[in-house]
């Protein structure tokens, strides 16, 4: 069982800058971010892969320049930097994992361990 552990969300007017941080409890995995607004479908953001390959990583193309994903060997932190947040960035932020590929999608069927998700608010 893997447990993740999110962290770092709140209200920014538009134009900050927030960092999400989730602790995952095992070190090969692929993670990743999404969100869901309301009304709407949850949406893969970013991933982040670690194991015997390798590292990799990935940001949705339309977020590419405003968002990043990185991670914290040491503590084992998967973050995602957000900047220049706009109100569309308003959502429930997930992190996610699954222990069992080697290739990390934005397909949210791929992943069975969710952590709780920690709100971000983005005001015009």
């Known amino acids: 069982q893997v447990q993740l552990v999110e962290s770092g969300g709140g209200s920014v007017q538009t134009g900050g800058s927030l960092t999400l941080s989730c602790v995952a409890s095992?070190?090969?995995?692929?993670l990743a971010w999404f969100r869901q607004a309301p009304g709407k479908e949850r949406e893969g953001i970013a991933t982040f892969y670690t194991g015997d390959g390798g590292t990799f990583s990935d940001v949705r193309d339309s977020l590419k320049g405003r968002f990043a994903i990185f991670l914290d060997t040491a503590e084992n932190i998967l973050s995602l930097q957000m900047n220049d947040l706009k109100p569309e960035d308003t959502a429930t932020y997930f992190c996610?994992?699954?222990?069992?590929?080697?290739?990390?999608?934005?397909?949210?069927?791929?992943?069975?361990?969710w952590g709780q998700g920690t709100q971000v608010t983005v005001s015009s």
């Open positions: 996610a994992a699954d222990t069992e590929v080697h290739l990390c999608s934005y397909k949210s069927s791929q992943y069975p361990y």
């Open positions: 095992t070190r090969r995995y692929c």
